[in-house]
């Protein structure tokens, strides 16, 4: 797919205009980075926990809001898994993907590819399919109900051994057809790619779609490492890219996308502000960086919220806005004739979006 098919839109007249809070929300988008345990809420974490007796170290959603303060991604992960303790039941995983799925409509996601983390939970005895039922349930009942197109994507915990990272992608198998990738997520430092080069070999012979999270906090030799050992389509995170031109190079010439959480890495302390993100300098050099929200209710916000905070950092046109929803579908796993229906629809709503406002 080249980006070729972007001109259209470029050309549409009024996309140098400053995009608008409206224009956002109703701009058609794929996510392609979200870990459907960073979904749920904390009023949804305290109905589970009555619903399933489990005493929380909160008294209120207030309380857990306060608690929600991260120096960096452990503080954060410590918090995450814990707060995953609710989730019990089909019925649990049910509700909190259905939670995510009806942010998706408010926030016009056309198409998501969500991760889910099993070693959260088979880690404490829940079983694998509790897990993956549960969730592709919500996920037809959405593509049912008001057709969102969704992939699922499964990421093993770089903290746990490469071992069980093995034996995960054992019990997906009889999955197979249902998830379209294998990732790498949790504690990056001192966890290296190279860790899980067998892994994701095996996972490439069964057919799967490869990505890592890298580059969060990790060097770019991590980034390196996932590209050229583990052979990945596209990069979670990715923004140390930046301190190593030759790797920024390779980004371009190869078209690997970045799937970029801008308040994700505020909040995890990656950047102080958000004036400092550098995803508008790594599109102006012609990487694909997406725009993504990671872990929504911990970070303080959905897919739009995360447009929102780069348009009031960065003034952001509706050209850029376009060339960023332009790249979520570009970069997704999708086929490329569904790519071109959703390129249709952004180019159709930008013209009518300024046709209607001028
Ligand atoms: N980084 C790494 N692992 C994660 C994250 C993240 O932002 N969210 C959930 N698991
Ligand atoms: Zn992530």
Not at 130 to 153: C, H, P, Q
Not at 181 to 198: A, N, R, W
Not at 215 to 221: C, F, L, Y
Request: aromatic share 10%; net charge negative; proline share 4%.
């Amino acid at each position: 797919m080249t980006t070729d098919n972007f001109t259209p839109i470029a050309e549409i007249p009024g996309t140098q205009q400053p995009a608008s809070h409206e224009f956002l929300r109703a701009m058609p988008k794929a996510e392609l980075h979200l870990h459907i345990d960073g979904a749920l809420s904390p009023q949804l974490m305290f109905d589970l926990a009555a619903r399933n007796k489990i005493l929380l170290p909160y008294q209120d959603v207030a309380e857990i809001e306060k608690a929600y303060q991260f120096s960096d991604l452990q503080s954060f992960l410590d918090l995450y898994y814990q707060g995953a303790g609710v989730l019990q039941t089909e019925q649990d995983f049910y509700d909190l993907t259905w939670d995510y799925c009806e942010h998706c409509r408010a926030d016009n996601i056309l198409h998501t590819e969500i991760s889910f983390d099993p070693q959260t939970h088979t880690e404490r005895g829940i079983d694998f399919d509790i897990v993956i039922k549960g969730t592709l349930r919500a996920l037809d009942d959405a593509k049912a109900e008001w057709g969102l197109s969704y992939a699922l994507m499964l990421n093993m915990l770089r903290h746990l051994s490469a071992e069980k990272a093995m034996q995960t992608l054992q019990q997906a198998l009889p999955w197979r057809d249902r998830i379209c990738s294998i990732g790498l997520d949790s504690s990056e430092l001192d966890h290296p790619p190279v860790k899980f080069e067998k892994v994701f070999a095996k996972a490439k012979e069964y057919g799967f779609k490869l990505v890592a999270h890298a580059g969060e906090e990790g060097p770019p030799e991590y980034i390196w490492q996932a590209l050229n050992i583990l052979k990945v389509d596209r990069i979670d995170h990715g923004v140390r890219a930046d301190e190593d031109p030759a790797l920024l190079d390779y980004l371009v010439k190869q078209q690997i996308a970045l799937t970029v959480c801008p308040l994700s890495n505020v909040r995890l302390c990656v950047y102080e502000h958000m004036q400092q993100h550098n995803i508008m300098t790594l599109l102006e050099k012609g990487i694909k960086v997406t725009v993504n929200s990671d872990d929504p209710t911990y970070f303080g916000g959905y897919l739009n919220d995360n447009f929102v905070a780069l348009a009031e950092a960065f003034e952001l046109t509706q050209a850029q806005a376009l060339r960023l929803a332009f790249n979520s579908f570009d970069a997704s796993f999708i086929s490329d004739s569904e790519k071109h229906l959703f390129f249709k629809k952004l180019a159709d709503f930008a013209t009518q979006f300024n046709a209607q406002t001028d």
